[in-house]
């Protein structure tokens, strides 16, 4: 499929490396984050949420931390593998019923064996 | 989860024609969105599909230009109207199914304009 990161920012990581992506989010009133997944020729995958009321959540290999001051998020991925190569989107909304979602602008991650 | 289809996948149009994008769920939903990408660029939100109801619309996007319906739970359609190559883009719909914020995407549908 065509790829969505033409013109994304870029990390090039090796193979069994530690990834950070990074995110800075625009509005200090949202307290709900999601990081998404975007494979080319494909929709964004959830990978992982977290609420303003922590700093930091994991899951498997991948951890999000929080820091509220400066509007940050970060989205760790340890051991990174080939197929972790995509666009990584965070997402940021408030944590009240069905409020819509903001994107960032992504990051494109490519791994080299 | 849920499962999310998407026809088409992708098409060719040419300038000053419609292309009408359907999005099938397999699950009773609340809430459809409607979101647009552009050439390497992140998710725009273009609306909330509403049953039964008129779609809301986000900042800079009109019915009349992107006409929306949502006849019932599972299915909604998009169409975008008098296209021009500026319309090129990928169209994805997304559903939430309860958990705050939380959406699942379709696979979008890849848009070229000639």
């Known amino acids: 499929g065509e790829s969505v990161g033409l013109h994304l920012p870029t990390l090039s990581v090796q193979e069994g490396d530690n990834s950070i992506i990074n995110c800075a989010y625009s509005?200090?009133?949202?307290?709900?984050f999601i990081w998404y997944k975007q494979e080319s020729g494909k929709g964004p995958q959830f990978i992982i949420d977290?609420?303003?009321?922590?700093d930091k959540r994991q899951g498997q290999r991948v951890t999000v931390l929080l820091n509220k001051t400066v509007k940050h998020l970060s989205l760790q991925i340890a051991a990174t593998q080939p197929g972790d190569s995509a666009v990584y989107f965070c997402?940021?909304?408030?944590?009240?019923?069905?409020?819509?979602?903001?994107f960032g602008k992504g990051t494109m991650l490519l791994v080299s064996p | 989860s849920a499962v999310i289809s998407q026809k088409p996948s992708r098409d060719i149009c040419q300038r000053g024609t419609s292309l009408t994008i359907q999005c099938q769920v397999d699950?009773?939903?609340?809430?459809m969105f409607w979101y647009r990408q552009q050439p390497g660029q992140s998710l725009t939100l273009i609306a909330t599909?509403?049953?039964?109801?008129?779609?809301?619309?986000e900042s800079g996007f009109v019915i009349d230009k992107f006409p929306i319906s949502r006849p019932n739970l599972t299915f909604s359609t998009l169409t975008v109207s008098n296209l021009s190559p500026e319309d090129s883009s990928i169209y994805l719909c997304?559903?939430?199914?309860?958990?705050?914020?939380?959406?699942?995407f379709g696979p979008g549908t890849r848009l070229t304009v000639l």
């Open positions: 509005n200090s009133a949202s307290d709900y």
């Open positions: 977290i609420r303003s009321n922590m």
């Open positions: 997402a940021e909304t408030y944590d009240s019923g069905y409020s819509t979602l903001t």
């Open positions: 699950s009773q939903v609340t809430m």
């Open positions: 599909a509403n049953q039964g109801s008129e779609a809301t619309y």
């Open positions: 997304s559903v939430g199914t309860g958990g705050v914020g939380e959406q699942f």
